[in-house]
């Protein structure tokens, strides 16, 4: 059980990551780790899962003249472990909500949310993922890849996977709405 558990941690880090995070190459031998996150409170709460899954304590950087809290620590030996991880399979949605907290938007009037990214092999991944576990995602390319998760019950299915403050509160008000608006 312990190893499940610490591989979900892992999965929704490396989701979060997946788009806001650097792994540094490790040429200066600085083996930064490190991730840029718009709400502190997911800062704090990033730092805490590292805690917890890799026994170090990351540093939290505010930068002045952005909204931006950056994570980071410097550990070569979880540097190498972190740059071959693979998600094992029953943890995929805990990497899907990690990678929704970085690079999610939850569209409160279109009961959706949309997950915009560059990669066209995550873009696929991703929506490979959600089709295995029946989200019926649709995905749009416009020079960037979205991936739409649409409906009150994907959005509930998702929901224990986020841990993004802002974005659950938008969940939780779609969920707690009783009729659709059109925009």
Request: with cysteine.
């Amino acid at each position: 059980m312990e190893s499940i558990l610490a591989s979900d941690k892992i999965a929704w880090f490396l989701g979060l990551m997946e788009d806001d995070g650097h792994i540094s190459n490790g040429k200066n031998y600085d083996y930064k780790i490190s991730v840029c996150l718009d709400s502190e409170i997911l800062a704090k709460n990033t730092s805490i899962v590292i805690n917890d899954i890799f026994s170090i304590m990351p540093k939290i950087y505010k930068y002045k003249n952005k909204k931006c809290y950056e994570v980071y620590f410097r550990s070569k030996n979880i540097w190498e472990k972190l740059k071959d991880f693979k998600v094992p399979s029953e943890s995929k949605l805990n990497f899907i909500g990690g990678l929704i907290d970085a690079e999610g938007h939850v569209e409160v009037a279109g009961y959706r949310i949309i997950i915009t990214m560059k990669s066209d092999t995550i873009a696929d991944e991703v929506f490979r993922i959600l089709k295995e576990c029946n989200f019926m995602p649709k995905k749009r390319n416009d020079g960037w890849w979205r991936i739409y998760i649409y409906g009150k019950n994907n959005l509930q299915k998702i929901l224990p996977y986020i841990s993004h403050p802002k974005k659950i509160d938008s969940i939780v008000q779609i969920l707690n709405s009783s009729t659709r608006k059109r925009v």
